[in-house]
């Protein structure tokens, strides 16, 4: 029997507020989330995690995770996501689908509601960086994507840019050759970030080409996408380069606003914590990519749920 992975349903009522009896709220349904739940509820917490879109968080649109232990072939980040929410589901996760705005104390704003608990966790992770040029808005949804797995099927046959050389522009443009009769790829140095074993297989697939020392400066197109002006930053050139779509992945930026003022986040507005996941204010933990971390992987962010839950675990006990 499959699980369909749980995405955003109806807005329903659900225990709100001041007399909440709530121990832990966990924001975010990522691998961090999830982890931290799965751990919080074992230990019998009562647990609410509020989710604004699906639960698995951006690791589920990886099309194949190869470095996550003990799966030696592999598996889909759909299919780990639907393996984590099973594995909550057993200990009955309650849900609360919204949008969490603002965290104050220990209270958390969702959709205009308060909600109060003894502990919070926040594993809201990321979100992709934008290039910031002329196009990039104009033609998003219309052959501009910040997700190959999403929307790597309709360009079969077609030619594809990818902007960026880190792990995931490389595993995405690895992943578009299954469709795209040509995959480029935009980078601003002469040396991938990315991983060596995923930058040793892009250099070696036929499809695709890369354009080094180079940026994306200008996407052009009518009704969608069908050129991109690319900047050589050795010569100054400029060259337009006719394609169909255009794959973003620069990096990605901390989902932090609701705790801002709250707790203490770095230049780049990731939280700060220590090993234990505690955050500078009390009863309030972090976990996963929206940590401030060296190494922002799926088996580092379950590392980090376990550990906020239990920290979060301890701090109840300790108030009591
Ligand atoms: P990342 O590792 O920060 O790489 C971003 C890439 O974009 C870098 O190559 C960077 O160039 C380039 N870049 C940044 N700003 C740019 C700009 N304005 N214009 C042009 N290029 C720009 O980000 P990511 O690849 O999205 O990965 C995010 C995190 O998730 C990382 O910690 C990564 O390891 C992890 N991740 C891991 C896996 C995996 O292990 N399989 C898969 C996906 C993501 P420079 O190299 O010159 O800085």
Known sequence: MTTQLKTRPKPKAVKTDKNSTLDLIIIGGGPAGLTAAL???RARLKVLLVEKMILGGAA???FQIENYPGFPEGLSGLELGKRLQEQVNKLNLEILWGDSTRVKDRQVQVDGKTLSAKAIIIATGT???KLGIPGEDKFRGRGVSYCATCDGPFYKDKNVMVIGGGNAAIEEALFLTRYASKVSVVHRRDKLRADKILGERALAN???YFYWNSIAE???GQE????LTVKDLL????????????????????NSTLVKGLVKLDKQGFIITDEDMKTSTQGVFAAGDIRAKSLRQIVTAAADGAIAAESARKYIEEKQ
């Open 224 to 227: 969608k996408v069908d050129e």
């Open 127 to 129: 979100e992709s960086t």
């Open 60 to 62: 589920s649109t990886t």
């Open 235 to 254: 010569t100054d050139k400029k060259f337009k380069v006719p394609v169909d779509g255009i794959f973003v992945y620069i990096g990605s930026q901390p």
């Open 39 to 41: 751990y919080a509820l």
């Open 206 to 208: 036929e499809k695709i």
């Open 218 to 220: 200008k996407i052009g």
